[in-house]
C-alpha cells in the first residue's frame, strides 16, 4: 500500500457511549516480547503468495492462545476462530507479505533477504510498508482479548492475509469461503502504519480512506521502417508520445475538480536502434480513483484516446492497439464505515488521548482490505492509520528546509517498533471490546 497522509486540523466532537470494560495495560514484558517478534518478522520477510514461514510463526502463536485455527485460505492465509458465548462477531485483518525492496534503513536488524520474484529476476526482499508492524499489533491485540475473555462476549475471527502488496489476497480468501466456512463478521478492522504520524497518535478517515487502483496495460502498433525513411512508416514513439500527452487531459477535462483521480503513465518501451523505427510500444499505467464511477469514465476514456490516437495516426485497422487491465493486481476503493468510525473515536480517547486521535486527508494509495466491506452482505470496515516515526525525527522533518521523511514503500522507511506496537495493540484491543459489547 502506497501514499501519503496529512493531518488535517479539524475538531470533532466525541459521542456520548456507554463505556466498556477497559482494555488491559500491555505489561513491558510483553510489549517486549512483541518487539522481538516484530524484529524477527523484519529481518525473514517474504513476498506475496510466498508467506509460508511468516503464516506459520502466527498460526503456532494463535494456537498456542486458544484459537481454532484453519491454515492455507487463499494461500498462505489463515483464519483464527475464538468463540466466547453470544454475541457480535468481530473480524481483525492482518496482511503478511513484504515487498521486493533493498532495504536501505542501517538498522541492525534490517532485512539482508534476497529472492527470485515470479518473473525469475533476483530481488531484494523488505517490509518496506510496515506489515510487521501490523503482525506484530494483530497478535498483540489476539493475546489481550484471549486474557480479557471475562470482559466481552462473541466470536473474535483473527485473519492473516496474504498477497495485499498485489492487491489479490482479499479476493482469494473470500474466494475459498472466507465468510461461508467461518463465522461471518458483523464488523471487520484493520490497521495501516503510517510514515507521516508520530508514534502514539492514530488516524482516521470516514467514509472513502483508499484508493481503486487499476494497473493498464497499453500496445500501440504502428509500421515499422528506416529511420531515414519516416514518411514510409506508421512511427510508433510517436503514437505512443502524443498518446501520453492525450491522457494528461482525462483528469482536467474529464472529471470534476473536486473528485480525485489519478492517470500515471509509469513505463514505456519501444524501439530497439537509433535509425530504426519499430513496430509497437509498450506502455504501462497506474489508474486511481475513489467513486465507481470515476473509474469507469477514466477507464472508458483510456481506451478511447489509445484507439482513436493511433487512428488519426493512419494505422491500419489490423494494427489497431489494445488496452489490458490486469485480472490479478488491483484494488476497489476503501470504504470506512462512517457509523463505525464514530463509535470508535470516543473508545480512543478514552485510551489514547483526544489529541492522539487526529483526522487524516484519503490517500491514492490501495488496500484490498476493501474487499471484506465489497461483498453482498455490506460489512462495515474500518482500516485506521498507527504513527510510527518517533517524535523527535517527526518533530525535525517539520522544521522548513527539512528533509521529508521516507514514505511507505521506501527503502528507508523506519518505524519505531516499540511505540509503534504499544499503540497499535491499545486500539485495536479498545476497539474490539467496544464492538462486542450489545
Known sequence: MEGMLFRLAIPWLLAVAAIPAAPPTLPDGDLNNLVDFYVALHKAPELSFYEEKTAAQLVGEMRNLGFAVTPKVGGHGFVAVLENGAGPTVLIRTDLDALPVVEQTGLPYASDVRTKDDKGSDVGVMHACGHDIHMASF????????????DWKGTLVMVGQPAEERGAGARAMLADGLFERFPKPDYALALHASASLPTGQVGYTPGYALAAMDSVDITIRGVGGHGAWPHMTKDPVVIAAQTVLNLQTLVSRSISPFEPAVVTVGSIHGGSKHNVIGEEVKLQLTVRSF?????????D???RITLHTALAAGVPADREPTVTLSEDEYTRSTYNDPALVDRLLPVWARTLGEDNV???????GGEDFSEFGRTADKIPIFIFWVGTIDLERYEAAQQPGAAALPSLHSPGYRPEPRASIRTGVTAMTAAAMELFQQ
Open 139 to 150: 497478535l498483540g491485540a489476539a493475546r489481550q482479548l484471549a486474557a480479557a475473555k471475562a
Open 301 to 303: 476514456g483510456i481506451r
Open 358 to 364: 487526529v483526522k487524516v486527508a484519503p490517500v491514492t
Open 291 to 299: 467513486n465507481d464511477a470515476t473509474r469507469d469514465v477514466l477507464i
